[in-house]
């Protein structure tokens, strides 16, 4: 049997924490010294980059993670969220001389290679108020309390960096990075070779990557990106089609008119002029729908209008609004022939009906249907691509799928076609056996759902529940499953309410998809 050497004389000892609290655009950089650092994401999600000499890591760090800063090393900690975030630091010695980086344990210690390692661990968010009390050297209690917390900190870091890492996991981090630049900065002139020279692997490797994580090759994404953008904003009246070129990022605008009708299917003058057409949509259902084919209602009535018995102010307010073209869930055949008065009226039924049937019908309508089929054909580009990655990260392990709602969680089974449709059809993520049988169950207490034979939950939480919130639900999973080796929570945020259409399945998938690549 192998003998292994006790690990005597290497320990840890806590020398204090501070809390950074950042406003939007705002960088605090740091140095670890001969100490360590543990970083906790304790609000909205920062970009952390570490420098040692010349090696440089980045990634994005989001509420609830934990990230650790080695000794010796800058750190940079930058807000690129759209509202105040804050980080708690806690900083760490080793035994011996004050913490030196050869007195440090070895998980920590000095090594040859930059990572950047991060793991969700949202329960430090209960010791945070221990580690910033600054009684914690006078107090017996709190010492060992804040220490005990910290074995715990890094006995769950050493075990996670133990796990064997791919060789593409650093490339991976860099296409995510990649992929947010491109969203973020459109309108700017982007050199993808230069980016694949970045990456630090060879140009094949990194387009290979993107393409796995994206279903798209990185022109393809950026042209993408910049198109669904100017759909937007040729559907402007103001907008001319050589300032949409310009605001996306091409200074030809002849390019770009060549580009648009090659993807489109019709020039962006053709676009423009079908697109200015005064839509009012009186169904929030349809909104995700004409969102996605650049399509800015005049008016939107929400859901309850067509419950409320006295429909007078709102056929009022309709008129008012001066439509050219009005979309509507059924109607009584009285409010049919009172917006018929107004102007055309396009009556979808869409309970029942294929949102993608009811997409190409809404771009019919609008003569934009090539527009429509060219959004669905991306989408099922990054639905095909979602499945591979479903594939490759989860495996056979089969997921519940869930809402959370202010009062209760709902469950969906596969009798609820529209939930099943997406992500256990489309995106092959395995259903457990016990929701053969269920289209939907409501129930006030998670322990009612963790009572199902399943380990594994996807949550749907509105974008209105707090970080804090969706925290607290992620450890009551794992407390009720505590007893199983492998449970996992995966969070994917909606607006409210929870419509089914094209933007909502887009941005189910995209959340997805980046949950499995940094989870």
Same mark, same amino acid.
């Given at each position: 049997?192998?003998?292994?050497?006790?690990?005597?004389?290497?320990?840890?000892?806590?020398?204090?924490?501070?809390? /950074?609290?950042?406003?939007?655009?705002?960088?605090? @950089?740091?140095?670890?010294?001969?100490?360590?650092?543990?970083?906790?994401?304790?609000?909205?999600?920062?970009?952390?980059?570490?420098?040692?000499?010349?090696?440089?890591?980045?990634?994005?760090?989001?509420?609830?993670?934990?990230?650790?800063?080695?000794?010796?090393?800058?750190?940079?900690?930058?807000?690129?969220?759209?509202?105040?975030?804050?980080?708690?630091?806690?900083?760490?010695?080793?035994?011996?001389?004050?913490?030196?980086?050869?007195?440090?344990?070895?998980?920590?210690?000095?090594?040859?290679?930059?990572?950047?390692?991060?793991?969700?661990?949202?329960?430090?968010?209960?010791?945070? %108020?221990?580690?910033?009390?600054?009684?914690?050297?006078?107090?017996?209690? !709190?010492?060992?309390?804040?220490?005990?917390? !910290?074995?715990?900190? %890094?006995?769950?870091?050493?075990?996670?960096?133990?796990?064997?890492?791919? %060789?593409?996991?650093?490339?991976?981090?860099?296409?995510?990075?990649?992929?947010?630049?491109?969203?973020?900065?459109?309108?700017?002139?982007?050199?993808?070779?230069?980016m694949a020279q970045l990456s630090g692997a060879s140009s094949a490797r990194f387009y290979k990557?993107?393409?796995?994580?994206?279903?798209?090759?990185?022109?393809?994404?950026?042209?993408?990106?910049?198109?669904?953008?100017?759909?937007?904003?040729?559907?402007?009246?103001?907008?001319?089609?050589?300032?949409?070129?310009?605001?996306?990022?091409?200074?030809?605008? /002849?390019?770009?008119?060549?580009?648009?009708?090659?993807?489109?299917?019709?020039? &962006?003058?053709?676009?423009?002029?079908?697109?200015?057409?005064?839509v009012a949509n009186l169904c929030p259902v349809f909104r995700g729908d004409l969102a996605v084919?650049?399509?800015?209602?005049?008016?939107?009535?929400?859901?309850?209008?067509?419950?409320?018995?006295?429909?007078?102010?709102?056929?009022?307010?309709?008129?008012?609004?001066?439509?050219?073209?009005?979309?509507?869930?059924?109607? @009584?055949? @009285?409010?049919?022939?009172?917006?018929?008065?107004?102007?055309?009226?396009?009556?979808?039924?869409?309970?029942?009906?294929? *949102?993608?049937?009811?997409?190409?019908?809404?771009?019919?309508?609008?003569?934009? &249907?090539?527009?429509?089929?060219? *959004?669905?054909?991306?989408?099922?580009?990054?639905?095909?691509?979602?499945?591979?990655?479903?594939?490759r990260r989860l495996g056979d392990e089969p997921f519940l799928v869930v809402s959370v709602y202010?009062?209760?969680?709902?469950?969906?089974?596969?009798?609820?076609?529209?939930?099943?449709? /997406?992500?256990?059809?489309?995106?092959?993520?395995?259903?457990?056996?016990?929701?053969?049988?269920?289209?939907?169950?409501?129930?006030?207490?998670?322990?009612?759902?963790?009572?199902?034979?399943?380990?594994?939950?996807?949550?749907?939480?509105?974008?209105?529940?707090?970080?804090?919130?969706?925290?607290?639900?992620?450890?009551?999973?794992?407390?009720?499953?505590?007893?199983?080796?492998?449970?996992?929570?995966?969070?994917?945020?909606?607006?409210?309410? !929870? /419509?089914?259409?094209?933007?909502?399945?887009?941005?189910?998938?995209?959340?997805?998809?980046?949950?499995?690549?940094?989870?």
């Amino acid at each position: 049997m192998e003998q292994r050497q006790p690990f005597c004389g290497h320990s840890l000892r806590y020398m204090g924490a501070q809390e /950074l609290k950042l406003e939007m655009g705002k960088n605090e @950089e740091l140095s670890s010294g001969g100490h360590i650092l543990f970083g906790f994401v304790l609000k909205g999600s920062v970009r952390v980059t570490l420098q040692a000499g010349e090696r440089r890591k980045n990634g994005q760090m989001h509420y609830g993670e934990l990230f650790f800063v080695p000794a010796n090393c800058r750190c940079s900690i930058f807000n690129n969220d759209k509202q105040q975030v804050c980080v708690v630091l806690m900083r760490c010695a080793g035994d011996g001389q004050d913490g030196a980086n050869c007195a440090l344990p070895a998980p920590f210690g000095r090594s040859e290679e930059l990572r950047l390692y991060h793991l969700r661990m949202p329960r430090i968010q209960r010791w945070v %108020a221990d580690f910033l009390n600054e009684y914690w050297q006078h107090d017996w209690a !709190l010492f060992y309390r804040v220490h005990a917390q !910290l074995y715990a900190i %890094a006995a769950e870091l050493a075990a996670f960096m133990g796990k064997p890492r791919g %060789a593409d996991d650093d490339l991976l981090d860099y296409v995510v990075q990649m992929k947010q630049t491109m969203l973020q900065q459109y309108g700017e002139p982007m050199d993808i070779e230069r980016m694949a020279q970045l990456s630090g692997a060879s140009s094949a490797r990194f387009y290979k990557a993107f393409k796995q994580h994206t279903g798209l090759s990185p022109l393809q994404f950026m042209t993408s990106v910049r198109l669904n953008e100017s759909l937007r904003l040729l559907a402007r009246h103001s907008s001319s089609v050589m300032e949409v070129a310009h605001t996306i990022g091409y200074p030809d605008e /002849l390019y770009f008119s060549r580009l648009f009708k090659k993807h489109m299917g019709i020039t &962006p003058t053709e676009f423009a002029s079908c697109s200015r057409t005064r839509v009012a949509n009186l169904c929030p259902v349809f909104r995700g729908d004409l969102a996605v084919l650049g399509i800015t209602p005049v008016l939107e009535l929400p859901r309850a209008w067509y419950s409320d018995p006295v429909k007078e102010p709102y056929l009022k307010q309709i008129a008012s609004c001066r439509p050219e073209l009005i979309f509507t869930a059924p109607v @009584e055949d @009285e409010v049919y022939e009172k917006l018929s008065q107004i102007c055309p009226v396009v009556m979808i039924k869409w309970k029942g009906y294929s *949102w993608k049937e009811r997409l190409v019908q809404i771009g019919s309508t609008l003569n934009i &249907p090539t527009v429509a089929r060219r *959004w669905l054909a991306y989408f099922q580009a990054k639905a095909d691509n979602a499945r591979k990655q479903v594939e490759r990260r989860l495996g056979d392990e089969p997921f519940l799928v869930v809402s959370v709602y202010e009062a209760m969680f709902r469950l969906y089974g596969m009798q609820r076609i529209k939930i099943r449709d /997406l992500f256990y059809d489309e995106l092959g993520v395995k259903p457990p056996a016990a929701v053969s049988q269920i289209a939907f169950l409501d129930v006030p207490s998670l322990h009612d759902i963790a009572a199902l034979d399943c380990d594994n939950v996807l949550f749907l939480a509105p974008n209105s529940m707090t970080d804090e919130s969706c925290c607290g639900i992620e450890e009551e999973w794992l407390h009720l499953k505590r007893n199983r080796s492998k449970k996992r929570c995966i969070f994917i945020r909606h607006e409210e309410p !929870l /419509l089914y259409n094209a933007a909502f399945y887009e941005s189910l998938i995209d959340q997805l998809v980046n949950d499995l690549a940094t989870g």
